[in-house]
Structures are given as structure tokens and as C-alpha cells.
């Protein structure tokens, strides 16, 4: 049941709409017709903040493996 609900909250978190821009980011990128540069910034936004997230998840799994594994 446990890997259901991690299951599904990892698939509901990873197709969220987020816009990861700061105040004058958003001031400055908004006067932009195209709003390609605004997209772009706003994309790497988010993947500079998903890496830790995934890093540390990689991390935790290997460290549950590594404990589960023990106790068999």
C-alpha cells in the first residue's frame, strides 16, 4: 500500500505546473513579447531545484536497500 501512495504522489508532484520565477525575474521577463526567455528561465528554475530533490531520494533508497538487505 506504501508504494502505491509513494507511487502515485511521485507521478502527481512530477506533472505540476509550478512558475519558479522571483519578483523582478517576473518584472522584467513579463515586458517580453515572445515570453520564450521567461519560459526558458522559468524551466531552469525548476530543474536547478529538482537535482537535490532527486539526489537525496537516490540516497534514501539506497540506504532503505542497504538496511533491508541486512535484516534478510
Known amino acids: 500500500m ?3 501512495i509513494l507511487f ?3 507521478w502527481f ?3 505540476l ?3 519558479a520565477q522571483c519578483a523582478m525575474c517576473r518584472a522584467v521577463l513579463e515586458s517580453e513579447e515572445g515570453q520564450t526567455a521567461a ?3 522559468n524551466d531552469g528554475i525548476v ?3 529538482a537535482i537535490p530533490y532527486i539526489l537525496m531520494g537516490g540516497l534514501g533508497y539506497f540506504i532503505y536497500k542497504k538496511y533491508n ?3 534478510k
Open 2 to 4: 506504501k508504494q502505491k
Open 8 to 10: 502515485f504522489l511521485f
Open 13 to 15: 508532484l512530477l506533472f
Open 17 to 19: 505546473e509550478t512558475n
Open 39 to 41: 519560459e526558458g528561465i
Open 47 to 49: 530543474y536547478l531545484m
Open 69 to 71: 538487505t541486512l535484516k
